[in-house]
């Protein structure tokens, strides 16, 4: 059980063109959904939270407006990045949270290489 | 500010035992947690401690002080399969709703060696 799909899995774009990413979980419901961008040899980073239904948390020094975030579904949430620059070439990878209270795990889906040529 | 340390590299031979140790300054505390991630893929879990103490499960344990900031991912009986990084990530109670965000560290980069 617990298991995160992304799609694409790997995406080549033309700088100023816009990629949209897929994070789906398939067997469970998930109100929150975590995105995260991890360059090389770098550390996973937080970019935001997706609650479903509501707008997304964004963390500091991300830009909402070149990230678009959708989580219309207990099922599906979306990352656009939206006039790709090469700088935004990474790893981008989707988790979504099961369980609840104190405790509860994050599922990671099996991430998305991005590269803006 | 938020700090996790944990060494960048380590070497192992198949069969052993290999400790890999993580520090940490964060603003608060909700559990500390062990992902193993293979290149290109995404991390999966390991282990999670909120107590102090040693957490076992398998041929891998996992320990915690929080006095001291201080947790380590234990390994026993090394398999080439273990080669991967290993990442140590805190959640801290403070963002992401009451139950915080998960800060993960640069991650240890395994290698097992015949």
């Known amino acids: 059980g617990a298991v995160v799909s992304q799609h694409p899995s790997r995406v080549i774009c033309k700088s100023g063109t816009s990629v949209k990413i897929e994070c789906r979980s398939l067997?469970?419901?998930?109100?929150?959904m975590f995105w995260y961008r991890q360059f090389p040899k770098q550390s996973l980073m937080l970019m935001a939270t997706?609650?479903?239904?509501?707008?997304?948390?964004?963390e500091q020094g991300v830009e909402k407006d070149k990230f678009l975030i959708n989580h219309a579904s207990l099922t599906l949430s979306t990352l656009t990045v939206t006039s790709a620059h090469p700088e935004d070439s990474s790893f981008y990878i989707c988790?979504?949270?099961?369980?609840?209270?104190?405790?509860?795990?994050?599922?990671f889906g099996p991430g998305t290489r991005l590269t803006v040529t | 500010g938020q700090n996790i340390d944990q060494p960048t590299e380590m070497t192992a031979t198949e069969g052993a035992i290999v400790q890999i140790n993580c520090t940490y300054q964060?603003?608060?505390?909700?559990?500390l947690f062990w992902y193993q991630q293979h290149a290109g893929e995404a991390p999966t879990f390991l282990s999670y401690?909120?107590?102090?103490g040693l957490e076992e499960k398998g041929r891998f344990s996992s320990f915690l002080s929080r006095s001291k900031g201080y947790s380590y991912l234990l390994l026993k009986e090394l398999q080439m399969k273990d080669s991967a990084s290993y990442l140590c990530?805190?959640?801290?109670?403070?963002?992401?709703?009451?139950?915080?965000?998960?800060?993960f560290g640069k991650g240890t980069k395994l290698s097992v060696k015949p």
């Open positions: 990530a805190v959640r801290d109670r403070l963002g992401g709703g009451s139950q915080g965000n998960l800060i």
């Open positions: 964060t603003s608060g505390f909700n559990g």
């Open positions: 997706s609650n479903e239904g509501s707008k997304a948390t964004y």
């Open positions: 401690n909120v107590l102090d």
């Open positions: 067997d469970f419901q998930a109100t929150t």
């Open positions: 988790s979504a949270r099961v369980g609840g209270g104190d405790f509860y795990e994050q599922y």
